[in-house]
């Protein structure tokens, strides 16, 4: 059975930092990407960011130059580095893992963006 856990939400000031963190295992097929997506109250679930299995990066335009996707395949874990969060960043956080065979979901991580 494969599992996805996220860490390190919770609330941050505007301007602040804070990193995600998606842990799998399991009986994983062949990993071809990693990444992040959100959802804010009352939006759609919206792409964030991936990596490949290559390590090749991907972001959302909007977020370029203060979200940072990054891997480590000795922890089977998948990062995602917030810096100078905006009110705007408040959402659910999930983490997306890709196989050869199918696509698995963690439960999402709630980020509370508030002075």
């Known amino acids: 059975q494969v599992q996805l856990v996220e860490s390190g939400g919770g609330l941050v000031q505007p301007g602040g930092s804070l990193r995600l963190s998606c842990a799998f295992s399991g009986s994983i097929a062949t990993i071809y990407v990693l990444g992040w997506y959100r959802q804010a109250p009352g939006k759609q679930r919206e792409f964030v960011a991936t990596?490949?299995?290559?390590?090749?990066?991907n972001y959302a335009d909007s977020l370029k130059g203060r979200f940072t996707v990054s891997r480590d395949n000795t922890k089977n874990t998948v990062y995602l580095q917030m810096n100078n969060v905006i009110t705007e960043d408040t959402a659910v956080y999930y983490c997306?893992?890709?196989?050869?065979?199918?696509?698995?979901w963690g439960k999402g991580i709630l980020v509370t963006v508030s002075s």
């Open positions: 997306k893992v890709g196989t050869s065979a199918r696509i698995y």
């Open positions: 990596i490949t299995s290559g390590g090749a990066t």
